[in-house]
């Protein structure tokens, strides 16, 4: 599919990968998880761009996602809605209703202590060339705070499979910023942003 593969197989790449997409899939498949077009569209471009260091990783892909459109005669499905989803995975916070399961399909490793931990090592590589152990630590103790503390709930749809998870990954998380702060409090202001 386009230059999408390629993609995904950038060697800078340790979570971001294909793997990750047909995760997701495999996901939806086993949990009888209904997708949308426009749902299977964004789920294979949310990451088509990924440069562990910028900001802009979700609108760099959704222009990838428009710049493959453009390559096409007839696109029958809803562009617009694609993008905003794409968008939506920045900050796992929908806007529209059918980024919800979306942004739930990729954040559903959360509620697996295997997976979870796995899938913090993987990101961890990805950022080791551009920082500190250290850093890299207080970057994700943030993410998970925001995640525990920062929304209503990790998984944001009603759909029951994630609703049934949202425990799980929530004590997984707890458990990790536990194991986290006694251990690097003496090393790390806690408070940097």
């Not at 979700?58 to 493959?68: H, L, P, R, T």
């Not at 890299?136 to 998984?155: Q, S």
Request: hydrophobic content about 40%; charged content about 30%.
């Amino acid at each position: 599919m386009f230059d999408l593969t390629k993609r995904y197989l950038e060697p800078h790449r340790c979570y971001h990968t294909l793997n990750h997409i047909i995760a997701m899939f495999e996901f939806a498949k086993t949990n009888s998880i209904e997708l949308t077009p426009e749902q299977v569209y964004a789920i294979w471009f949310h990451d088509a761009v990924y440069d562990p260091m910028s900001k802009t990783n979700e609108e760099d892909s959704a222009d990838v996602f428009g710049k493959y459109v453009s390559t096409l005669k007839v696109f029958p499905y809803n562009m617009f809605k694609i993008r905003q989803i794409i968008w939506d995975t920045k900050k796992e916070l929908p806007t529209i209703e059918e980024s919800k399961i979306v942004i739930d399909l990729d954040l559903h490793r959360l509620a697996d202590p295997e997976k979870v931990t796995a899938d913090k090592y993987l990101i961890k590589d990805e950022f080791a060339p551009y920082m500190t152990e250290e850093e890299f630590i207080l970057g994700r103790l943030n993410w998970v705070k925001e995640m525990l503390d920062g929304r209503k709930t990790i998984f944001v749809s009603d759909n029951s499979v994630f609703t049934k998870l949202e425990e799980k990954a929530r004590s997984l998380l707890k458990i990790e910023v536990g194991m986290i702060l006694p251990r690097e409090r003496a090393n790390i202001r806690i408070d940097k942003k």
